[in-house]
């Protein structure tokens, strides 16, 4: 190709048609220039457009589609008569858009005035606005009564952007009789979130805090479901997508409480602090567990206020407290069956063995005496007299015969100085006083006078109501130890049938000579139908016979300044305590009362124990089993 | 004045508008190309009758702007273009001392409506860089180069200080164009690449910081997805989950839930892309080379130097456009304020393009009475 039209510019001519060819070529080289990019163009569109489609579709969906958690209804827990103990009951919550409140700040007062909000509210309320977007409803009081209900209904229109909006809600109708052993449902805290997974409680608000609330948890739950929303790029939900997974809500519980027992027993009480249980022990079923004083586990549900609750954490007598199986008590004479058993069955005694009381009892050799609780003495005793009267002197010998470590590892076969493994959390192991038990948290050996007092339930002995329980229904049911539980059924949705709760079959009884185990329970039935019995007459007027004994243990050393001061006043000298069950013959319900406080076991105890038996008779003659 | 002034006007608007001398395949390529550039506006605005109307006001606008100058014979423009040209210039340098806009100095606030004189620059130096080179030697040579060189950087300069980046592409472009269009010989055109490729560190020195940050985003958007880098993700975004067909009209969720920013102006395309995929980016692409290439056709058959420089260099600034907005939405160049020729939204460059397509028509109606 020419390089220039002509070498010398002045003889230069202009050649038009030559400059309109060489535009030509220009302009050719032009275009398929610019078709090359723009193929390049349309590669890259390619590129982005099919190789890359599926990472950009993934990326639009997740840009696009909100997950949103429909939180599952959670399980209902029964009685095991069907009796509803916790319920999802409707109410009415205000909520606040932020964004379409104009001046918020003059709009919480305004509305102050309409509808109670305490300065809890108001702090929740701001906590939730700073962490949501404007456009999100966010609740500001629960529990709307009826009369703000309708005040604010009227006065509508003078809040834009707050409403009344619906939602379920735990209640428990019988909020003070089950407070403890339910327990209670609170709202998400932050040391909750750290443990819940995550996933699963999107969109849940409450979760177990005590009691079987907290222990089936997961049970009662329920699976969690989705909804897909579309959502724009300031996440402002736009329209709800078709595919939705529905929640599922959590199983229904029945208990094996008697809700009637329960009443019967709390009621007991009459106000003294202290426990009971009942269980059945052909199967460890527990009908009945109350702790006294008690509480409304209502108030907990949506945050309860702070001086209530400080009322409640500083009251005296710690109504928080569930004494049934964090409530520390000294066993006393109540231990005294089991030991008999262990001498008669380690070969120690036999049944018809006798010991003299005089009052008195001496390690050979040793100056200190060990009292009786009779003034000279019972006389001589045997097996069920010594269980019948509570003869100390029996017992003392008995447990120095037998030496602290037989007398620890039997006392383990009936389950003290371990939790139980009941189905609730915070349950206290107690102490079985053992020489390891000993060295482990006192760095010394175990000293033969403290075996002598172990043998009647004083000393290093710290039992729970619930343990104590176990350990008479392990002897009722002849040395056959049903783990006690609290969960009989559970059902998915109320049309379905109940499931029974799976349970670990029971171990072969331990006892190898039943003859042993008549001659206990003969002392038991002598100590409540006995003409002799600590708690004799407890039994009048009882279809059927019942097997108990009494405990009466010393709260303080009678060198404490406490004891001293509280002298006069004898009801309050003692913590004390009683087990029966009854039919003696056949057991089906045992009993165990423990008081914080109190004059003698058969004086304060047995009576509650006798109202428990006649609740539960006339819970068997009504036809509940 | 003269009495037969209004009457002479009259008659030639009459004829103008009854005889419009008019490419019709370049016609219709325009057409539909607008055509398609409402709908999509219409699906990215989320069905804004009002911006639609809007958009349309100025097509009618910049196409009776077209009829019109489609009337003026090519010599004319020529005879004006000095004039022209230093009047748009005195304009950017208006603008530079008294304009208004948004962080950056674009408008000419001319009491009625307000003027962007950088957009009448895109007409006036193609036509001022052909005007000089008709007079001229060619195939042009260094110092008539130098000329050129000065006719481009002084517009360009004071376009890119405003700051105007993507207007100062177009217009560097539509002068080098004609240069290149004139026959400027490969060897001095290869010197020409390798010394502009020598001083790209320069530029770097003269950018504005956001112009900086523009450009390392470019290079890798995910290291602020949420800041600088979200235009280009979330156009990708768009554009890759189109597929081949895409996801049909209005149903592209990038645009609609306003993920894509400016989805009506500079990332239209990824609009497109999403709702028409990459079949509809094909046709689309086909007929923006279409027009370019009937451009181009109407230059090759101009009457001479001045209208085919000038029209070869306006059809191929026009693919410029296309290149650099398109390169934009994909990621393969950087972020750079180009619409979308006749589909983003946005008025003076839809006016001052049609305009561009009326000198087109005009030199085709005056082109060469025998073709070769």
């Not at chain 1, 008549?518 to 019995?533: D, E, F, H, R």
Request: neutral net charge; aromatic residues 10%; charged residues 20%.
């Amino acid at each position: 190709m020419r390089r220039e039209y002509t070498s010398d510019p002045r003889l230069r001519l202009r050649n038009v048609r030559d400059e309109a060819a060489h535009f030509r070529v220009r302009a050719i080289v032009g275009f398929v220039l610019i078709a090359a990019c723009l193929a390049a163009l349309g590669v890259r569109f390619a590129f982005l457009q099919i190789s890359r489609h599926a990472e950009f579709t993934a990326r639009s969906d997740q840009n696009r589609i909100s997950v949103r958690s429909i939180a599952p209804t959670r399980g209902l827990i029964y009685d095991r008569n069907g009796v509803l103990l916790a319920d999802n009951v409707a109410a009415f919550r205000l909520e606040v858009v932020p964004e379409q409140a104009k001046d918020l700040p003059h709009l919480l007062d305004e509305l102050g005035s309409v509808v109670a909000l305490s300065d809890d509210d108001l702090d929740r309320f701001n906590a939730l606005r700073r962490a949501k977007h404007a456009f999100e409803s966010i609740p500001l009081r629960f529990k709307l009564s009826e009369d703000e209900i309708a005040r604010f209904s009227t006065e509508r229109w003078r809040f834009p952007g707050v409403d009344i909006v619906p939602y379920l809600t735990r209640a428990y109708p019988r909020g003070e009789d089950f407070a403890h052993l339910i327990g209670y449902v609170g709202r998400i805290d932050v040391a909750d979130a750290e443990k819940l997974d995550a996933r699963s409680y999107a969109g849940t608000t409450h979760v177990g805090k005590t009691g079987i609330e907290r222990y089936y948890e997961d049970e009662l739950h329920g699976e969690v479901g989705y909804e897909k929303v579309e959502v724009n790029v300031d996440k402002r939900p736009l329209r709800v997508l078709p595919d939705r997974v529905a929640p599922k809500p959590g199983k229904n519980i029945y208990l094996t409480i008697d809700a009637r027992l329960q009443r019967a027993a709390a009621d007991a009480f009459e106000g003294r602090a202290g426990a009971a249980v009942a269980i059945d022990p052909r199967n460890g079923e527990v009908l009945a567990m109350v702790s006294v004083p008690s509480f409304d586990p209502n108030l907990f549900v949506n945050g309860i206020g702070k001086i209530d609750y400080a009322t409640l954490l500083n009251a005296p007598d710690k109504p928080l407290l569930d004494r049934t199986i964090a409530g520390n008590f000294t066993p006393g004479s109540t231990v005294k069956p089991y030991l008999a058993l262990g001498g008669v069955e380690l070969g120690l005694r036999r049944p018809e063995d006798t010991v003299l009381s005089v009052g008195e009892f001496h390690i050979p050799g040793q100056e200190r005496g060990y009292r009786d609780d009779k003034k000279g003495g019972h006389g001589r005793v045997d097996l069920v007299q010594a269980i019948a009267q509570s003869v100390n002197t029996y017992f003392y010998s008995l447990a120095y015969d037998m030496g602290i470590d037989r007398f620890s590892g039997w006392m383990g076969h009936f389950g003290f100085g371990k939790p139980t493994g009941i189905d609730l959390n915070g349950e206290s192991a107690g102490v079985l006083p053992s020489q390891a038990w000993k060295r482990a948290h006192m760095r010394q050996p175990f000293y033969p006078g403290e075996t002598v007092i172990a043998g009647i339930g004083q000393g290093y002995w710290v039992i729970t109501p619930i343990q104590l329980a176990q350990a008479l229904s392990t002897l009722a049911a002849k040395g056959v130890r049903h783990a006690p539980h609290l969960v009989h059924s559970t059902q998915d949705g109320l049309n379905a049938a109940p499931e029974p709760f799976p349970d670990n079959p029971p171990e072969p009884t331990f006892i190898h000579n039943m003859a042993n185990w008549s001659a206990v329970l003969q002392g038991m039935i002598a100590a409540i139908n006995g003409p002799t019995g600590t708690a004799r007459g407890l039994g009048e007027n009882f279809p059927y016979t019942i097997a108990g004994k009494t405990g009466t243990a010393e709260r303080f050393s009678r060198n404490d300044e406490e004891w001293q001061n509280i002298m006069s006043v004898a009801v309050e000298r003692h913590e004390v305590l009683f087990e029966a069950f009854t039919p003696a013959e056949d057991p089906r319900i045992a009993v165990v009362v423990a008081l914080q406080a109190g004059h003698t076991g058969a004086h304060d105890a047995a009576p509650i124990a006798r109202k428990i038996f006649d609740a539960w008779l006339k819970d068997i003659d009504g036809g509940h089993g | 004045m003269n009495a037969q002034a209004l009457p002479r006007l009259q008659a030639w608007l009459v004829r103008a508008l009854r005889e419009p001398r008019l490419d019709l395949p370049l016609l219709g390529a325009l057409l539909l190309l607008a055509t398609c550039g409402l709908m999509t506006l219409y699906s990215a605005s989320d069905l804004d009758r009002h911006l639609v109307l809007n958009q349309t006001m100025r097509f009618l606008l910049g196409g009776a702007l077209m009829l019109l100058i489609s009337r003026v014979p090519p010599t004319m423009l020529r005879n004006w273009t000095p004039w022209l040209y230093g009047a748009s210039v005195l304009l950017l340098i208006a603008v530079a001392v008294l304009g208004q806009g948004r962080g950056a100095n674009r408008w000419l606030n001319l009491g009625i409506m307000r003027f962007q004189p950088s957009e009448l620059v895109k007409l006036t130096l193609p036509m001022m860089v052909a005007w000089y080179l008709h007079a001229r030697e060619l195939p042009p040579r260094w110092l008539t180069l130098i000329a050129v060189a000065v006719l481009i950087a002084v517009p360009a300069l004071l376009i890119a200080k405003q700051p105007d980046l993507g207007t100062a592409v177009l217009v560097i472009a539509s002068g080098v164009f004609a240069i290149f269009l004139a026959g400027l010989a490969w060897w001095r055109i290869g010197i020409l690449l390798v010394t502009a490729a020598g001083a790209a560190p320069l530029l770097w020195h003269f950018m504005h910081e956001y112009q900086r940050n523009r450009l390392r985003m470019f290079l890798d958007p995910e290291s602020d997805p949420l800041g600088n880098g979200w235009h280009i993700i979330q156009s990708e975004i768009a554009v890759g989950s189109g597929g081949w067909l895409g996801k049909g009209w209005h149903h592209g969720t990038q645009s609609r839930l306003e993920f894509l920013p400016e989805h009506t102006t500079d990332f239209v395309f990824a609009v497109f892309s999403e709702e028409w995929g990459l079949l509809g980016v094909i046709a689309l692409l086909a007929l923006y080379l279409f027009i370019v290439g009937r451009g181009l056709m109407i230059a090759a058959n101009a009457r001479d130097t001045y209208s085919r420089l000038l029209a070869g260099s306006i059809s191929m600034a026009f693919f410029v456009y296309v290149m650099v907005n398109g390169g934009m939405i994909t990621g393969l160049l950087p972020v750079v304020g180009v619409p979308l020729p006749l589909i983003s939204y946005g008025g003076t460059s839809a006016v001052s393009l049609l305009a561009g397509f009326g000198v087109l028509m005009s030199i085709h109606a005056h082109r060469k009475l025998m073709a070769r």
